[in-house]
């Protein structure tokens, strides 16, 4: 039996039935959008969820920005000064920024804005580290004062990756790092509509009328002017897949950020809806094991890991036999990037060694212990690679608790480094965009810093990695970073941090009456609705 053809049959009659309708956008003004996922966090700064990223970008505006080839230009900021041999960096604020308050955006709003931030992201901790001095000597003014050259300042404070780097009012970015802020001032081209928020269900964002976009470039991706041409734009948490594919076929919604795959076939069949990848970076998926708790305490059991999980079986769980929709072997960095090789990669090829996979685990001291495997069964695919991951874990010994829950409920859960009785977790699965793991600056799932204050949940500790971190960012070229990333995926697949899963293309679909879609994760300037 064909069971991805049987549910895609299932979930098509399903989606021809009738339904509750839901609220339809009135006028070519308001443009409606289901995001991938339960806006559960509101602050920026605070995770690494990329649909509080996607709200960031639009609430909040950045000092620089990334176009679709990942070089930065300058965004809140007119430009920059470079000076004593690339020590000094002096930044100058563009005229009239206003906050969605009416408040001036000044200098020290932005200062305080990067310290919060930067304790909150790898990059940005990396840019501090090398940072003597960070001031504001006058209102539109930002001093970076470095012990040794940082030539990726403009790369850290504009990149796209979550946790984003937003720039808030000081009163705000004066709130600690590691509590959330709630009120939403920004200086962005969208303002959040708080009162119309309901949460688990509907966000609401209205066009800023007092933005000012910047000229004199071209708009691409996260660069260039954000010129703004809807009034409003509605996200709409939709759980169910048939109820969103009804919803866009009846131009209830308009633009669906994640189809499934199994659900393409539908879709392209229906000449209103236009199908288009916008990310060719794609979406990597990993297993975290928790380095805290055994039996994943111990390197051997997460050895195990790379020896008993089938990346392709991952991968054909969510897209189906289609093999140019993934790519696998995939190891720590994104396939077809500068930095990814073929290096370390050999326990991920050929069949499976159970066996050996088993021996690992004894040597680690396994003794029968419950696993906890934390699944965010809201998420389509994560779902999917659970259901393959615990049916492996279990061919291999472990006694796996299969925990399905929502994302948000996951990302609270992952914070408790306690034991499993406890309400702990062992592992866990999740997946970024292939963009985030280009390379070491933002890579979270290859740090050995677990003991650091703010280290990623999962908590691994590799002195070796830190050193080839930081060898990358001190190589003098190309060739030297590449030779430390070759090393460091060698030195990764001995610590195993984290398990690479393989990496999928992941398409998204709107209705041909939108028009001005962007490269990269969704945006809503230069996006029109007729």
């Known amino acids: 039996m064909d069971i991805r053809l049987n549910r895609r049959t299932v979930l098509a009659g399903a989606a021809s039935l009738a339904m509750p309708r839901l609220a339809a956008a009135q006028g070519s003004r308001v443009l409606k959008f289901i995001p991938q996922i339960d806006l559960a966090f509101l602050d920026p700064h605070w995770t690494t969820a990329y649909v509080t990223r996607g709200h960031g970008h639009m609430v909040f505006d950045t000092l620089y920005g990334q176009d679709g080839s990942f070089k930065a230009s300058p965004q ?14 002096t930044l100058t604020l563009r005229p009239g920024l206003l906050w969605h308050d009416g408040e001036r ?39 970076f004062r470095l012990s040794r050259p940082f030539p ?12 984003m780097p937003a720039m808030m009012p000081e009163r705000l970015a004066n709130t600690d790092p590691f509590r959330q802020v709630t009120e939403m001032v920004g200086s962005g ?22 933005y000012v976009p910047r000229e004199g470039a071209r708009s691409d991706w996260n660069a260039g002017p954000k010129v703004v041409h809807l009034d409003r734009v509605e996200w709409t948490t939709i759980p169910d897949a048939a109820t969103k594919v009804a919803a866009i076929q009846r131009a209830e919604q308009d633009w669906w950020e994640n189809p499934t795959h199994d659900l393409m076939p539908l879709l392209r069949r229906d000449r209103r809806i236009r199908i288009e990848v916008n990310n060719p970076t794609g979406t990597v998926c990993m297993m ?111 006694k796996v608790d299969y925990i399905a829950t929502d994302w948000g409920t996951m990302l609270q859960r992952r914070n408790n480094r306690g034991p499993v009785a406890q309400g702990g977790w062992s592992c866990l699965n999740t997946s970024w965009e292939g963009a985030d793991h280009m390379d070491p600056a933002s890579h979270y799932a290859i740090r050995g810093n677990g003991a650091e204050t703010g280290a990623w949940p999962g908590w691994s500790v590799s002195e070796r990695l830190e050193q080839l971190r930081d060898a990358w960012f001190a190589a003098p070229d190309l ?22 899963l393989g990496q999928y293309i992941q398409p998204t679909a709107y209705r041909t009456n939108v028009t001005g879609v962007a490269r990269g994760f969704p945006t809503f300037w230069g996006v029109q609705k007729g």
């Open 189 to 210: 081209p969208f303002r959040f509509v708080a009162d119309e928020r309901v949460a688990g269900s509907r966000n609401v964002y209205a066009r800023f009328e007092k």
């Open 288 to 398: 975290r094991p928790n380095h805290l708790q055994p039996p994943f305490d111990k390197p051997q059991a997460r050895q195990a890991l790379l020896h008993a999980f089938d990346q392709t079986a991952f991968m054909q769980a969510i897209v189906g036999e289609d093999a140019a929709m993934y790519h696998v072997p995939h190891g720590i960095f994104c396939p077809g990037t500068p930095m990814a090789s073929e290096a370390g990669l050999d326990p991920l090829r050929g069949p499976r060694d159970y066996d050996k996979a088993r021996r690992l685990l004894a040597e680690a001291g396994y003794g029968g212990e419950t696993v906890a495997l934390l699944v965010a069964a809201d998420y389509t695919h994560l779902k999917a690679i659970g259901e393959v991951m615990a049916d492996a874990m279990g061919k291999i010994g472990l």
């Open 105 to 143: 955006v000044l200098a020290r709003d932005c200062v305080a804005s990067i310290r919060r931030w930067a304790k909150r992201d790898a990059l940005g901790g990396a840019l501090m580290a090398a940072t003597e001095e960070l001031s504001a000597p006058d209102d539109r003014t930002i001093r």
């Open 479 to 500: 060739a030297g970073q590449q030779a430390a990333c070759r090393e460091m995926q060698v030195q990764a697949m001995r610590d195993v941090p984290s398990v690479p």
């Open 76 to 89: 809140m900021v007119e430009g920059h000064v470079v000076a004593d041999d690339g020590r000094l960096w």
């Open 152 to 163: 990726l300042l403009p790369e850290a404070l504009g990149k796209v990756s979550s946790p």
